[in-house]
């Protein structure tokens, strides 16, 4: 057993085991380690654990340092390196007249290497490029040609199921998929539905394949013989997930039943002739165990105020006035003529007089500015009547009822 740490460069996915030489190093912290391109900034994705002596490929590399704020400094300033590197390779790419397309740039963290990442349909004479590149930036340049699924991997985004991709999130490598696949996970073969954003095959379609595979040996072939519990027919569908198949049966083709693969016995597997089949007993149906649950007794929440409780809930008392009827309760005003009260009785009590009917009282005379007249004195006897509102339109009618003439 080997004490190791991981660690996981800008840009991939694939971990890489390095010697912590006494360093405690802990899962997300950067570290600067040594690499055959020279020194590399890395992030630790496991801290000092240890692996068997076979799964490492000697000799271990070794950390140099943790990382520090200088280092954190260094790896900003190559990020502008590398962006100032792009725009000045697209416009010598232009210059040439070179068929390919830049995709990313990289800058060492020594600062010694750049590499320019780009995708072309065919081979490209880019010599002279490289010539112009280094009298520029006086370092070790190099051009690497990927293909599409890399460009993908770099560049990012999200795919049809609106994760983003595979590859570059948490894949080491890219598997080789086949259109074999889609067809034994029965999907359909329209390149457009089974094809990620690169162009080629989704790579999801690996995943499930292994599940797919011993799934098709266990269930039958389409158009094959079988015995059901209801009798001989052919295979027309098979579901290899849920491991259920549907039989169109001889004694009625024209409704397709859906059995278990455990209540069909194969008899032929695949297309051919019955003859020299000898048809062996119905199978049984399968029933589904269930255990009995006992019944529980629904319980129901009871308000306070029960025929049991009834007696002790508190009542409200009804107020009367002193001397009144008892048991009348009091009501409220709501509005309307107000009824006269019960007039108590005692010395103190003294109707009062009724009120002289005199003369009515002078209406009180609102002050007006000067210079501001009733309207009603300027007109003449007889016009003081209310005026009849203007016309808004629509169709009049005449005193008798009839429509207006046009």
């Known amino acids: 057993m080997t004490e190791v740490i991981s660690v996981r460069f800008r840009g991939g996915s694939k971990t890489y085991f390095f010697d912590p030489k006494g360093i405690q190093v802990r899962m997300g912290e950067n ?3 040594q690499t055959a391109q020279g020194l590399e900034f890395a992030t630790c994705t496991q801290g000092n654990h240890e692996v068997a002596d076979e799964a490492i490929v000697k000799p271990l590399s070794a950390i140099v340092r943790r990382a520090t704020e200088n280092d954190f400094r260094v790896v900003e300033y190559n990020r502008k390196r590398e962006r100032d590197a792009f725009d000045i390779c697209e416009g010598k ?17 020594d600062s010694n290497k750049i590499v320019f990442y780009f995708t072309a349909d065919g081979r490209v004479d880019f010599r002279e490029l490289v010539r112009d590149l280094a009298s520029v930036f006086r370092a070790r340049i190099e051009l690497r040609q990927i293909g599409v699924r890399d460009e993908a991997k770099m560049i990012g985004g999200l795919g049809i199921c609106g994760r983003p991709f595979c590859c570059s999130q948490f894949l080491d490598g890219f598997m ?5 696949m889609a067809k034994t996970q029965n999907l359909s073969l329209n390149p457009t539905k089974i094809s990620g954003t690169c162009g080629r095959l989704m790579c999801c379609l690996k995943y499930e394949q292994n599940a797919y595979e011993d799934a098709a040996k266990r269930m039958p072939k389409l158009e094959s013989f079988v015995q059901t519990p209801d009798g001989p027919g052919n295979v027309k569908g098979v579901e290899l997930l849920r491991e259920r198949v549907k039989v169109s049966l001889d004694s009625g083709p024209e409704n397709l039943k859906t059995y278990r693969a455990c209540e069909i016995q194969v008899l032929r597997n695949g297309k051919g002739s019955r003859e020299g089949i000898e048809i062996p007993e119905r199978t049984a149906r399968f029933v589904e165990e269930r255990e009995e649950e006992e019944l529980i007794q629904p319980v129901f929440s009871t308000s306070y105020y029960t025929d049991d409780h009834l007696a002790e809930a508190p009542r409200r008392e009804k107020m009367s006035i002193e001397g009144s009827d ?15 009260a019960p007039r108590p009785e005692g010395p103190a009590f003294q109707p009062q007089p009724p009120k002289k009917q005199g003369s009515p009282r002078p209406p009180k005379q609102q002050s007006r500015p000067e210079g501001q007249r009733d309207q009603r004195e300027d007109c003449p006897a007889g016009e003081n ?9 629509g169709r009049r009618w005449n005193k008798n009822g009839d429509a207006p003439k046009t």
């Open 176 to 180: 080789p998929v086949s259109i074999k």
């Open 31 to 33: 570290v600067i380690v």
């Open 385 to 393: 009547k209310r005026r009849r509102p203007p016309y808004r339109g």
């Open 93 to 109: 790419i232009a210059d040439h007249g070179l068929e390919m397309k830049l995709v990313n740039v990289s800058v060492g963290f």
């Open 326 to 340: 008892t048991g009348k309760p009091r009501h409220r005003h709501r509005g309307g003529r107000r009824r006269s």
